[in-house]
C-alpha cells in the first residue's frame, strides 16, 4: 500500500488518519471538559459520588473520549504507514504500543461508566444494602487506578515513540516531531509516578495540561498530514 | 505472503483463514445455542439461572472466546487478500479487530469469573454470604461488565464495518457479501452506543440476532473464499 516515505496526496489511509487525528483530538478535549470530577483527587468517595450523581453526563463524556481515542489510533495508523524507513522501527514499535493503549483506554473508560453506575445503584440503595452497594464502588474505583496509571504510561510511550519515528524519518517537519517527543515522553513518566504515589492533586493537575498539549499537538499534526493527502 | 492482490489459490493464509471462518461459525453456534434460550433480561433472573449452569456457563464463555479467535483469525485473510482497492478500511479494521478480540476475551474471563464467583457464593456460610455476593456483582452486568461490554460490541462491529467497506471497495469479494457485512457493522454500532445508557440486559435480545446473523456472515465468507483458495489445478 505505502511503499513511498511521507505523505503520499491522495492516499486514503492517510486522509483517514489526518481526518482521525483532527476529530480525535477535539473530541477527546469536548470528553475531557464534560467529565465530572470532584475538586480533590485523593478522595475516592467524592470522585466517584460526582461521576455517579451524573451519570448520564459521565457516559456521554466517556463515549465521547473513547470515540476520539479509536479515531487517534486510526491517525497514528497513517503516521506509522507513511514512515518507511528512517525511524520506521520507532514507528512500528509506537504504533503497536498506541493499539495495546487504546485496549486499555477502553478497559479504563468501561470501568469509568461502570463506576458511574454502581454509584448511582449505592445511591439509591436501601439503608441495609448500602455498605454492600459501597463494596462494589470501592473495588471498581480501585481497580481503575491501577488501570489509569498503566494506560497513562503505555499510551504516552506509544506517542513518543512516535515522535522519535517522526524526528528519524525526516518525513514531518522537525519542530512538529520534536513536540511530539517533548509533549508526550513526560505524560509517560507521570504514569509511572502515579503507580507509586497514588492520586494527587499535583500530578493530576500537570496530567491535564499535558494531555491538552498533546491533544493539540495531535491536532495540529492532523491539520498538517491533511493538508497533504488530501 | 498474498502479494497478490484477490483470493490466491493455495495461498496458506487464505486456506487457513477460510477454515477459520466455518470453524469460528461452529463455535460461536455451539457456544451461543444455550445463552440464545435462555432468559437473563435482568440482572436477578440471570444470576439464578447462571447459578444453576455455572460450568455450561464457562463451557460456553469458552467456546464463544475461541470461535471469536477463529472468526479474527479468518478475517485476517481477508485483510491480506486486499491490497489496493480498498486497502486502507481492511487494515484499518484488523487493527481494531484485533483489539476488539482482547476485549471480547476480556469479557468471557469476567464470564467465567462471573460463574466461579457464583458458585462461591452458594457454597458460602451464612457469615459469609454478604461478602461473596459482592463478588458477585462485580463480575456482573452492573459490575465491570456493564461498562466493558457495550465497548467490546463497538469496536468488533465497527471493525466489521470497515473490513466490508474494505471487501466492497476491493473488488474482489462478492457485493453481496461487502454489503450484509456492512450492515451488521452499522446496526452493531449504533446497539453498542445505545448499550452504554441502557446497560447490556435492555437490548440482549437484539444482540443475539445480530450475533447470530453475523456467525453465518462469517460462514459465507468462509465459504466464499475456501471454494477459491482450496481449489484444486485443473
Given at each position: 500500500m505505502m511503499a513511498q516515505q511521507g505523505i503520499v496526496k491522495g492516499d486514503a489511509l492517510q486522509r483517514i488518519g489526518s481526518a482521525g487525528f483532527i476529530l480525535g483530538a477535539i473530541l477527546i478535549v469536548i470528553g475531557n471538559i464534560l467529565l465530572p470530577r470532584a475538586v480533590?483527587?485523593?478522595?475516592v468517595q467524592e470522585m466517584v459520588t460526582a461521576m455517579g450523581q451524573r451519570q448520564f453526563l459521565t457516559q456521554i463524556s466517556a463515549l465521547l473520549i473513547m470515540i476520539g481515542i479509536w479515531a487517534v489510533m486510526t491517525g497514528a495508523a497513517g503516521i506509522y504507514r507513511s514512515?518507511?524507513?528512517?525511524?520506521a522501527a520507532w514507528a512500528r514499535l509506537g504504533f503497536y504500543f498506541v493499539v495495546v493503549g487504546t485496549a486499555l483506554w477502553i478497559v479504563n473508560l468501561a470501568l469509568d461508566m461502570a463506576s458511574a453506575s454502581a454509584v448511582a445503584n449505592w445511591l439509591a440503595a436501601p439503608a441495609t444494602g448500602r455498605d454492600a452497594a459501597y463494596d462494589v464502588v470501592s473495588a471498581l474505583s480501585a481497580f481503575g487506578l491501577g488501570v489509569f496509571s498503566m494506560n497513562i504510561t503505555v499510551y504516552w510511550m506509544a506517542f513518543a515513540f512516535l515522535g522519535v519515528g517522526m524526528v528519524r524519518s525526516a518525513a514531518y517537519p522537525r519542530w512538529l516531531s520534536w513536540a511530539g517527543l517533548i509533549l508526550n515522553a513526560p505524560v509517560a513518566s507521570l504514569g509511572i509516578i502515579q503507580i507509586v504515589t497514588g492520586r494527587l492533586n499535583t500530578l493530576n493537575l500537570i496530567f491535564m495540561v499535558l494531555s491538552l498539549l498533546s491533544a493539540l499537538w495531535i491536532l495540529a499534526t492532523g491539520i498538517w498530514v491533511a493538508r497533504k493527502a488530501w | 505472503m498474498a502479494q497478490q492482490e484477490g483470493i490466491v489459490r493455495g495461498d496458506p493464509l487464505q486456506k487457513i483463514g477460510s477454515a477459520s471462518l466455518i470453524i469460528g461459525f461452529i463455535l460461536l453456534t455451539i457456544g451461543g445455542i444455550w445463552p440464545l434460550f435462555?432468559?437473563?433480561?435482568d440482572i436477578q433472573t440471570g444470576q439464578r439461572v447462571f447459578g444453576e449452569h455455572a460450568v455450561l456457563l464457562q463451557a460456553c464463555a469458552l467456546l464463544l472466546t475461541f470461535g471469536f479467535w477463529a472468526a479474527t483469525i479468518g478475517m485476517a485473510g481477508v485483510h491480506r487478500s486486499i491490497?489496493?482497492?480498498?486497502a486502507a478500511w481492511a487494515r484499518l479494521s484488523f487493527y481494531f479487530l484485533v483489539m476488539g478480540t482482547t476485549l471480547w476475551t476480556i469479557g468471557m474471563s469476567l464470564d467465567i469469573s462471573y460463574a466461579a464467583a457464583l458458585l462461591n457464593w452458594q457454597a458460602a456460610p451464612e457469615a459469609g454470604k454478604e461478602a461473596a455476593h459482592n463478588v458477585v456483582v462485580m463480575f456482573s452486568g452492573v459490575g465491570f461488565g456493564r461498562g466493558l461490554f457495550p465497548l467490546e460490541v463497538i469496536v468488533i462491529w465497527m471493525a466489521y464495518a470497515f473490513m466490508a467497506i474494505g471487501m466492497i471497495r476491493s473488488g474482489i469479494y462478492a457485493r453481496w457479501l461487502g454489503w450484509v457485512g456492512l450492515i451488521l457493522g452499522l446496526v452493531g454500532v449504533p446497539l453498542g452506543i445505545s448499550q452504554t445508557f441502557t446497560g447490556r440486559e435492555a437490548s440482549l435480545n437484539i444482540f443475539k440476532g445480530l450475533l447470530v446473523i453475523t456467525t453465518f456472515w462469517f460462514l459465507a465468507v468462509g465459504i466464499w473464499v475456501g471454494r477459491k483458495a482450496w481449489r484444486r489445478a485443473r
Open positions: 480533590d483527587a485523593r478522595n514512515i518507511t524507513t528512517g525511524g | 435462555v432468559d437473563f433480561s491490497i489496493a482497492g480498498g
